[in-house]
């Protein structure tokens, strides 16, 4: 009987132990609260959690589901004191790991996060430098003590989609140790991790800008950094935890304040040498109506493609936005912060958004806004009566305030056909007039260029006038193209495909027309590869588009999207130089330029051409299908073509007929080699020939495998896997013009590396801007199921060229994440301008209605 009553005492016990609040128990004199997350992933287990080494937690999932599981460890916590999360016992046939396990309570704990899966993997690295015992951590645990440099693995592993985080928990003094590439979320076996202890250390400072009366936690190491600026956009902070000399570090933003997206220029660094004082974290600022959507006139109607430019220090931004009954353009002026004023009047008939009388489908406007002459244009396309036109409209500055008026006035189209196809329109001011360049189709889409003076009159054709335009080849299709200036000299680019027939690939091609001493030149002068196969692409067999031009430093660049092995889209930079002297080191080609410090030792990889003065000279260029003749070619590839008089240095011929012709330190395979006339009229010099026929020719110096011969002169050279003579051979000085790549990848990936190395997500939509002396360039890429708006930073150093991401910083660093107000939903079309004291970037964005908003921000970086 006493038992009885002792089991009825305990289960009433506990039942009033379990009714009381989780959030606070009342009756403590001290306020304590309760810890607790979710586990997801776990399928058909138990997993057992501890809190600090004890109130042992089971977690149960029933059969194959994998629903998210909430709990709440038995006993609170007292304010003030800390949390430690941990796993007890494993699920069998999985792994568990603990996600934002410990801290200090100062209220009720949700966010820690278990995640459990099939796959785990190991995370490690390597230690150098050191002399004594240090202990690294993993996510705070898992203390792994180390006392010789080398290779190292923690213990435990980690599930697939986890965090991990390597730490110093103690160094080995006197020596200090500093972990970089040390946070991330695991996807496979990690071995980046880079540990390094020296006595020698350095201290990092910065300044915080964009954070208005809020507030900025920045994370080094494992201190952390509360930063207000008040407006100031300079307030100064530093950071007490050293880094160990060559060590590294990586800055992390845990949280973003409100309608703020934060990040940290110069906020990795691998390899440090000195102390750090250039530390930036600025913050972009939304100035969209944040609490309705974007800037849209209508937040229940869909808005796309915008464009923007600076007038007097203010941004304008036009895009298409549906009325409800057809596409108008929309332009509005932002006065300061979050205000907006529509300055889209459509003054024929009195009404807001700009549209034809007869228009039923309008798109891809751009703005120019001319300081020069007060007169500001839009041009966009437009459809009437089934054809869509290009259409332009202008306006005259304000009286009152110096802005653009409200009031728009239509001119006539700019088709050089009225009854074609027209599209994609782009254009500059420059001494009064406007320039504008667009496709056109006649037959296949043309690239056309005319100008138009004092408002509405049409003034000249650039492209020559008549029924084709400046394709690179008028019989292949052109589009998107884009149109620059600098001292009267007009640059063109756009995509062209390199064939008229199925196979036709999509290559980036370029002109010049020079008018700085002739203003009615229309000669457009080719400066990309000078073959009809090959533009500046990376790689020309595969597709490219989109390019945009920017000048910055004295030099044009140029960003396009092209494919890759994956058929992904990556983003491809490359600058122009037409100064440059080639000479040959033994085994590449070094360009000499007069403007840089040292010479440019370029691969394949890194350069594309080409035009040279003499016109018969081509460098790292592909040909096949065709005949060239008097021509000089090295680093080529040369596949099912003659060649007729022609010298061939450090090439790849297959398929190839020779004529007339010399080959040095070349591959032949599967070639004819037959000359007409005389026994020494082709040449072999220093190449290794493989499965060819070769009838009275002279070989020097080769080495000829499988090779059939009738009446050929061997000089020096041997048959049959015999050592081949390594004769030099001196490649004359050459006077060139050359694309030099800038973006920071390799042959799979390009500038998109710096948030997928694997080249597996698609970058697209590239455009520019120039700030402070600064080169910014923005675009689209795939991340986490939705297409981000991203941002990066030059490094203005075309020897060593290097790109940092400036848009959104995370609790690991350079986030995965880019400008987007929701980061789970799709961004298209961004572009960037800035008006001397900020930085502004546009893009188009679903909201959770799935209409299309212009989002917008700013930032003082």
Not at 84 to 94: C, E, I, K, S, W
Not at 634 to 663: A, G, H, M, P
Not at 728 to 737: A, D, F, G
Request: with cysteine.
């Amino acid at each position: 009987m006493k038992s009885f009553v002792f089991l009825i005492s305990l289960i009433l016990l506990v039942l009033m132990m379990g009714c009381a609040p989780e959030e606070e128990e009342e009756n403590s004199q001290t306020a304590s609260y309760s810890v607790g997350g979710s586990v997801t992933g776990l399928v058909n287990g138990t997993v057992v959690i501890q809190n600090n080494g004890s109130d042992d937690l089971v977690v149960y999932q029933p059969g194959s589901n994998t629903s998210t599981i909430s709990f709440n460890f038995p006993s609170n916590i007292t304010s003030g004191n800390a949390f430690n999360v941990t796993v007890l016992v494993q699920p069998l046939a999985q792994t568990c790991t603990v996600n934002n396990g410990s801290g200090s309570v100062s209220g009720s704990i949700t966010t820690i996060a278990i995640i459990c899966s099939s796959q785990s993997f190991t995370v490690g690295g390597t230690i150098t430098g050191l002399n004594g015992t240090v202990v690294l951590q993993n996510n705070g645990g898992d203390d792994l003590t180390l006392s010789q440099n080398g290779s190292f693995n923690f213990d435990t592993k980690i599930a697939k989609g986890s965090e991990y985080f390597v730490s110093v928990k103690t160094h080995p003094l006197p020596l200090t140790c500093s972990a970089s590439s040390n946070r991330g979320i695991i996807r496979s076996d990690v071995s980046s991790v880079s540990v390094v202890c020296s006595k020698k250390t350095y201290l990092l400072s910065g300044t915080a800008s964009g954070l208005g009366s809020t507030t900025l936690t920045l994370v080094h190491s494992l201190e952390s950094k509360v930063v207000t600026d008040n407006g100031s956009d300079n307030a100064s902070f530093n950071f007490t935890t050293p880094v160990a000399s060559q060590g590294g570090y990586r800055i992390a933003i845990p949280n973003h304040p409100d309608n703020r997206t934060c990040t940290v220029i110069n906020g990795i660094d691998d390899n440090v040498t000195s102390h750090i004082n250039n530390l930036r974290a600025s913050c972009w600022t939304f100035i969209d109506n944040i609490t309705q959507g974007g800037i849209n006139n209508s937040v229940s109607q869909d808005a796309t493609v915008p464009t923007v430019s600076i007038y007097n220090n203010k941004l304008y931004a036009a895009w298409v936005e549906n009325n409800g009954s057809k596409d108008v353009i929309r332009i509005s002026r932002n006065d300061d912060g979050a205000n907006w004023t529509s300055v889209d009047n459509n003054a024929s008939n009195n009404t807001p958004g700009i549209i034809t009388t007869s228009g039923t489908q309008t798109s891809n406007p751009f703005l120019v806004l001319d300081s020069d002459s007060s007169i500001t244009y839009l041009l966009w396309e437009d459809r009437v009566s089934g054809v869509d036109k290009i259409q332009f409209a202008w306006n005259s500055t304000g009286s009152s305030d110096d802005s653009i008026g409200k009031n728009w006035y239509l001119a006539s189209s700019l088709n050089k056909n009225s009854s074609a196809n027209a599209s994609s329109p782009q254009g500059l001011t420059k001494a009064g007039k406007l320039y504008v360049i667009w496709s056109e189709m006649n037959n296949t889409n043309q690239i056309r260029v005319r100008s138009i003076k004092d408002v509405q009159t049409i003034d000249s054709w650039l492209d020559g006038g008549g029924s084709t335009g400046i394709n690179d080849n008028t019989s292949h299709h052109a589009r998107n193209p884009v149109i620059k200036e600098n001292s009267s000299v007009f640059y063109a680019a756009w995509s062209e495909e390199n064939s008229s027939s199925a196979d036709n690939v999509s290559q980036i091609r370029v002109k010049k027309l020079d008018r700085s001493q002739n203003s009615t030149n229309t000669n457009w002068v080719s400066i990309d590869r000078d073959n009809q196969t090959a533009g500046i692409n990376f790689k020309s067999q595969y597709d490219a588009d989109h390019p945009e031009m920017v000048f910055h430093d004295s030099k044009l660049f140029s960003a396009w999207q092209e494919k890759n092995i994956h058929v992904k889209n990556q983003i491809r930079i490359a600058y122009y130089d037409d100064n440059l002297t080639i000479t040959d080191n033994g085994t590449k080609l070094v360009l000499d330029n007069s403007f840089s410090s040292t010479p440019l030792e370029l691969s394949r990889s890194t350069c594309t051409l080409q035009n040279y003065d003499d016109k018969k000279t081509s460098l790292y260029s592909t040909f096949s299908q065709g005949n060239y003749d008097n021509r000089m070619f090295y680093f080529s590839s040369f596949d099912n073509v003659t060649l007729t008089n022609s010298v061939i240095y450090n090439s790849n011929l297959t398929n190839v007929n020779l004529e007339n012709s010399t080959v040095y330190n070349s591959v032949i395979m599967n070639a004819g080699i037959t000359p007409s006339n005389s026994v020494d009229n082709a040449s072999i010099n220093q190449s290794p020939i493989y499965n060819s026929s070769i009838d009275n020719a002279t070989i020097n110096n080769s080495t000829l495998y499988d090779t059939m011969i009738a009446g050929a002169t061997l000089y020096s050279s041997n048959i049959d896997n015999a050592t081949s003579y390594n004769s030099t051979v001196t490649i004359p000085e050459l006077q060139s013009s050359c694309w030099v790549f800038v973006d920071g990848g390799n042959d799979i990936v390009g500038m998109n590396k710096l948030v997928d190395a694997d080249g597996n997500e698609d970058a697209s939509q590239p455009q520019w801007t120039t700030y402070k002396s600064k080169l910014y360039i923005t675009w689209t890429q795939e991340k986490s199921g939705a297409t981000q708006t991203r941002a990066a930073l030059f490094n203005d150093d075309v020897i060593n060229p290097a790109w940092q991401t400036v848009d959104r910083y995370d609790e690991y660093g350079p986030s995965r994440f880019g400008l987007n107000y929701n980061e789970i939903k799709n961004a298209s079309n961004p572009v960037m301008t800035s008006n001397g004291s900020k930085l502004f970037s546009v893009w188009a964005e679903i909201d959770n209605s799935s209409k299309s908003q212009i989002r917008v921000v700013e930032n003082p970086l």
